[in-house]
């Protein structure tokens, strides 16, 4: 499998990412591209020509697949991304989690908060404890043999055969 990641960048820096990509001339200025990140990990620097800008390093609340074809007809499963790499303007605030609240895509908004109201069983949220459940008790049983009375009957005794 191959290592990638999600890179979510402000528009501005789109097109001129998009220029540099391009086959047409790109002006010199946007001929450079680099990402660093800080010790922590988690935030650092994107740099495209001579222009700064801040990016976080988030966690996405669910994994995307991604694949990849030869034919246009196979696809081929290359590898499970967890991650994205948010560039934003300089004067954006620092998000204050970690963890991407919202998906990819616009039905994958708020999706973390979806995921914790469902409880299902995600791995991230394993170690939860949950409430203990109550405690049914547990009916009398007389014993075998006590009952004297009318021999018991099944539901099935009481059916309406006359339809």
């Known amino acids: 499998m191959e290592e990638q990641f999600i890179l979510r960048v402000p528009p501005s820096v789109a097109e001129r990412i998009d220029r540099l990509l391009s086959e047409n001339e790109s002006s010199e200025e946007d001929k450079s591209l680099d990402l660093s990140f800080c010790e922590d990990g988690r935030s650092g620097t994107f740099v495209i020509g001579n222009d700064h800008f801040p990016v976080s390093l988030m966690d996405l609340p669910c994994v995307v697949e991604s694949f990849k074809t030869y034919d246009d007809c196979a696809l081929v499963k290359t ?18 989690a970690v963890e991407y609240r919202h998906g990819l ?12 109201e469902e409880g299902d069983g995600n791995a991230r949220h394993a170690n939860r404890k949950d409430a203990p459940s109550p ?17 018991a009957r099944s539901d099935s005794d009481e059916s309406d055969d006359s339809m």
């Open 79 to 96: 590898a499970d991304i967890g991650q994205m790499i948010m560039v934003r303007e300089p004067g954006d605030s620092t998000p204050d």
């Open 105 to 116: 895509t616009p039905p994958m908004r708020d999706a973390l908060n979806e995921q914790e």
């Open 135 to 151: 405690q049914l008790k547990q009916p009398d049983i007389a014993e075998a043999g006590a009952n004297t009375g009318a021999p």
